[in-house]
């Protein structure tokens, strides 16, 4: 069946660097993208970017260009997303989504989406 | 503060149909689909509703969306305990070239 699956939590320090995996299966890794969404303590969904599966376009919030990189391994099916310089603020959980390639952008059309990764940042 | 809006909560009692609106812009909803998300408690969102008002195969009929102007709606009908949930609706902003969630309606089941 589709699915898309992450890796495990993390604990960082402030200022460190966080890479989180999200393997596909199930579907034609080419013929779609990767969205990127988190979601602090009791806070809402905040949408961070998106990479094309087909071409590795990718396609950042304005809030975080600068501070994140997604990249994808089609020979491995896995899309990775890098946040650096962590602050306090970016403990989430950070969920990755199969998305459309809608043009050469996001298509929010977010089905499936993977566990969740929770990172902590914390002294 | 979102660039798209929605109530924080919204409430209903089981059997009765409940809507829970979100309301943007020209440069969000006005000019782009909106899909709507389904948030469980402790778990990661479900896609209820793409294109305004497509249904993914397994989402029940009970669930249906709508967009007018700069505004869209997801209605429940027949409302189960079950579907206590927290509700997103989402777009594309065509000024910020991005996605853009609304801030989730919270669904009591009362």
């Known amino acids: 069946q589709v699915q898309v699956v992450q890796s495990g939590g993390e604990v960082k320090k402030p200022g460190a660097s966080v890479k989180v995996s999200c393997k596909a299966s199930?579907?034609?890794?080419?013929?779609?993208?990767i969205s990127w969404v988190r979601q602090a303590p009791g806070q809402g969904l905040e949408w961070m970017g998106w990479?094309?599966?087909?071409?590795?376009?990718?396609n950042y919030a304005h809030k975080f260009q600068g501070r994140v990189t997604m990249t994808t391994d089609k020979s491995t099916r896995t899309t990775y997303m890098e946040l650096r310089s962590l602050r306090s603020d970016d403990t989430a959980v950070y969920y990755c989504?199969?998305?459309?390639?809608?043009?050469?952008?996001?298509?929010?059309?977010?089905?499936?989406w993977g566990q969740g990764t929770l990172v902590t940042v914390s002294s | 503060q979102s660039v798209v809006t929605q109530s924080p909560s919204a409430s209903g009692t089981p059997g009765q149909r409940v809507t829970i609106s979100c309301s943007g812009s020209?440069?969000?909803?006005?000019?782009?689909?909106v899909c709507w998300y389904q948030q469980l408690p402790g778990t990661a969102p479900k896609l209820l509703i793409y294109?305004?008002?497509q249904r993914p195969s397994g989402v029940p009929d009970r669930f249906s969306g709508s967009k007018s102007g700069t505004s869209a709606s997801l209605a429940i009908s027949g409302l189960r305990s079950e579907d206590e949930a927290v509700y997103y609706c989402?777009?594309?902003?065509?000024?910020?070239?991005?996605?853009?969630f609304g801030g989730g309606t919270k669904l009591t089941v009362l």
């Open positions: 199930g579907y034609t890794f080419t013929s779609y993208g």
């Open positions: 989402v777009g594309w902003d065509d000024s910020l070239s991005g996605v853009v």
């Open positions: 990479i094309s599966g087909y071409n590795g376009n990718t």
């Open positions: 989504a199969r998305d459309r390639i809608c043009g050469d952008r996001a298509c929010y059309w977010f089905d499936p």
């Open positions: 294109k305004n008002d």
């Open positions: 020209s440069s969000n909803i006005g000019s782009n689909f």
